[in-house]
Nanobody, 122 residues
Framework: HVQLVESGGGSVQAGGSLKLSCAAS????????MAWFRQGPGKDREGVAA???????TYADSVKGRFTVSLDAAKNTLYLQMNDLKPEDTAMYYC?????????????????WGRGTQVTVS
C-alpha cells in the first residue's frame, strides 16, 4: 500500500505562488506515475499535471507555462510549483499515484489518493 500526504496549500492573491508537496510512504520501491488533480466548487475532478520516471511531464492546458511538476524519487516526494495563480485555480488539490495509467490526467486510472490540500486564490 501507498500513503500520500499533501501539504503546502493556502490562500494567496491572484498572481501569487504556492508550492505543493506530496509525500509518499509505504511501498515506494515500485515506479509509480504520480499526478496532481484538483476539484473546484461545482466542478469535476480535473487532472493538473502528471509525471513518472522515464516519462515527460503532462500538463493540463489551463496550467501550462504556470505550473511545474517535479518528482524527487529518492525522497518519494512529488511537487507542484504554481506560479501566476488565478482565481480559477481555486480548488482542493489532490495527489494521486498508480502504475502505468494509460491516461495520466484521468482520475479514473488512479488508485492511491491523498486527502487533499486547499488552494484558494482571491
Amino acid at each position: 500500500h501507498v500513503q500520500l500526504v499533501e501539504s503546502g496549500g493556502g490562500s494567496v492573491q491572484a498572481g501569487g505562488s504556492l508550492k505543493l508537496s506530496c509525500a509518499a510512504s509505504g511501498r515506494t520501491d515500485r515506479q509509480y506515475c504520480m499526478a496532481w488533480f484538483r476539484q473546484g466548487p461545482g466542478k469535476d475532478r480535473e487532472g493538473v499535471a502528471a509525471i513518472s520516471v522515464n516519462s515527460r511531464p503532462t500538463y493540463a492546458d489551463s496550467v501550462k507555462g504556470r505550473f511545474t511538476v517535479s518528482l524527487d524519487a529518492a525522497k518519494n516526494t512529488l511537487y507542484l510549483q504554481m506560479n501566476d495563480l488565478k482565481p480559477e485555480d481555486t480548488a482542493m488539490y489532490y495527489c494521486a499515484a498508480d502504475l502505468e495509467p494509460l491516461s495520466p490526467l484521468d482520475h479514473q486510472w488512479y488508485s492511491y489518493w491523498g486527502r487533499g490540500t486547499q488552494v484558494t486564490v482571491s
